[in-house]
């Protein structure tokens, strides 16, 4: 449950125009589409996947870290991963054990033939997007697991786009078609006080001294 009596407290501090500003973000939010990123070398390229599920409205990104360790670039991200929530796993078996057991169907990207092309793809239940990367791809255990496979069409001679182009695509295209859609795809109230909490303690300088205040007198 929500501590509503923090919340109230600690909105006093923040300007209403960030609180309407929180509101109108979390309104977009969903959970129906989430992404993860299975151990990319390039920290940046895994900061800029972060950054466009925060631009497109995706709240949850899970980083399957076993070979590389924690890479994410602050500065790629632009403070993206304030807004995102951002799960950490040490393989990918972990992670769509995780995934299956909330209800989500894994969806490996994939330039290989007997992938489904973009435009063709129907989102008719909650989908976790797999990214790998542009030399290697995702790994044969996502490849073989996956409930489907889903590939960007392209016409060039190039086979496949960096993981960050790709992302971007697929999650403007999804999340768009998604929102039009008659899916319920919004946060549920409850997981928007939980972020509007938390987004509220991330916007506040000198908030473990606040928070330290408002327990001793509450």
Known sequence: MIDMKLLAYLEEIISEKRKERFTEILNERTDYITVAVEDVFQMHNTSAVVRSCESFG???AHLIEGKYGQRLDEEIAMGAQKWVD???YKDSKAVIDSLRGQGYKIVATSPHADSSLLQNFEINSKTALFFGTENKGL????LENADSHLKIPMVGFTESLNISVSAAIILQHLTTKLKASDIDWRLTEEEKLERRLDWTKKSIK??????????TYN
């Open 86 to 88: 951002i799960k950490r």
């Open 139 to 142: 790994s044969d255990y996502v």
């Open 58 to 60: 995706v709240q949850t």
């Open 206 to 215: 000198s908030i473990d001294d606040i928070l330290e205040r408002y327990y």
